[in-house]
């Protein structure tokens, strides 16, 4: 069975990059019909999606993140990463990852969509 | 992008049905059948319930239920139990590769 962890620093300080790695178990990440993506959630508050990627090293990012992320891919260790540069304390939150889904639309377009499998999260403090 | 909108509460009694809605525009939700919902329990990851707007993964019970009309979105859970209670969050495709959440829902059963 397919598992997800992530790990990582909890603690970063302001204006730092936040670093941390999924680890995929049970399960190829090089598996052609998944991305794997990055999502966190600060206290008490919603989702919010950061980001994915391919195994073959395609991005995509959230418009109002993309300036300060970047997502890599590492498939011989079957993991990949997160950077968020220039942190601040509104970066304090519980990051997830996942795997996520992707359809192709009636002309054929990949539309990526929903997260079935999800790590159980880490949370992150940005603090001096 | 907004998110989309989702009441930030819902309540129902045992065995009665809630509908939690969630909406957005026709830009992101309304464009696309990529809906998805998620049920969160408190100190835990999200678990899908719904996609593609109304299909339930394997081992989800059948009293989740996904629907949508124009720019709105709603997960109908009937015969609700205890267990039930927890966030609910929903996603969609946005166009241009991106998602958006809701704000999420936290549902009590009385």
């Known amino acids: 069975q397919l598992q997800l962890q992530e790990s990582g620093p909890r603690l970063v300080k302001p204006s730092e990059t936040l670093s941390l790695t999924c680890t995929v178990s049970?399960?190829?990440?090089?598996?052609?019909?998944?991305?794997w993506a990055w999502i966190r959630q600060p206290p008490g508050k919603g989702l919010e999606w950061i980001g994915n990627?391919?195994?073959?090293?395609?991005?995509y990012y959230n418009p109002s993140l993309k300036s300060r992320v970047t997502i890599s891919v590492d498939t011989s260790k079957n993991q990949f990463s997160l950077k968020l540069t220039s942190v601040t304390a509104a970066d304090t939150a519980v990051y997830y990852c996942?795997?996520?889904?992707?359809?192709?639309?009636?002309?054929?377009?990949?539309?990526?969509?929903?997260?079935?499998?999800w790590g159980q999260g880490t949370m992150v403090t940005v603090s001096s | 992008q907004s998110a989309l909108t989702q009441p930030p509460s819902a309540s129902g009694s045992p065995g009665q049905s809630v509908t939690i809605s969630c909406s957005g525009t026709?830009?992101?939700?309304?464009?696309?059948?990529?809906v998805s919902w998620y049920q969160q329990h408190p100190g835990k990851a999200p678990k899908l319930m719904i996609y593609?707007?109304?299909k339930r993964p394997s081992g989800v019970p059948d009293r989740f239920s996904g629907s949508k009309s124009g720019n709105t979105a709603s997960l109908t859970v009937s015969g609700l139990q205890a267990e039930d209670e927890a966030d609910y969050y929903c996603?969609?495709?946005?166009?241009?590769?991106?998602?958006?959440f809701g704000g999420g829902t936290k549902l009590t059963v009385l």
């Open positions: 996942a795997r996520q889904r992707f359809y192709y639309d009636s002309s054929g377009m990949r539309k990526i969509g929903d997260f079935d499998l």
């Open positions: 049970g399960g190829s990440i090089s598996n052609s019909g998944y991305y």
């Open positions: 990627i391919y195994y073959s090293g395609t991005t």
């Open positions: 026709s830009g992101d939700l309304g464009g696309y059948n990529y």
């Open positions: 593609e707007v109304i």
């Open positions: 996603s969609s495709y946005a166009g241009s590769n991106n998602v958006l």
